[in-house]
């Protein structure tokens, strides 16, 4: 068993929905725990008004659609339905894949694939990172930022 743990935040989008949001890993050490934050990166514009910071009871779930979310919970099927991709099984993650590689296969589907797409990038990062692989590189082609680019 993994001494590492996913740390996650909840994140209160515009139209009021809850997500969460992995930001990085949590090391077991001793009698605590060492956290390692993700690369983040800062807006180009300013924050509308503060939203108030509120206190989730319990983790947001996957939408009853099947389609992924934000591509970091899996669907709402299979036996790991609306767990998050970071740290699940390569069996499952692989399970998952093949069926946003189907839906994206369907023409008949094309309104789910913009958040199939998105869930098979998660999906194909997570796997490699556990066989310890660099993630593939975005459709866009930007490479995601590092250190040099912060702002401080």
Partial sequence: MSDRFPVWVSVTRDDGRVEQVRV????????????????????????????????????ARAPSSGGGGDGTLLPNYGRSKGQ??????????????????????DASKSRWHDKERQLLGAIEAEIARQRGEEPPPSDDGIPPPGDEDAPF
């Avoid at 991709?85 to 296969?105: C, K």
């Fill in 84 to 105: 998050p991709v970071y740290g699940a099984s390569l069996q499952d993650l692989e399970f998952y894949a093949n069926g946003a590689r189907r839906s994206l296969a």
């Fill in 24 to 59: 990085g890993s949590a090391v077991k050490t001793g009698e605590g725990f060492t956290i390692a934050f993700d690369s983040m990166t800062i807006g180009a514009s300013p924050m509308r008004s503060a939203a108030p910071v509120r206190q989730a009871s319990a983790p």
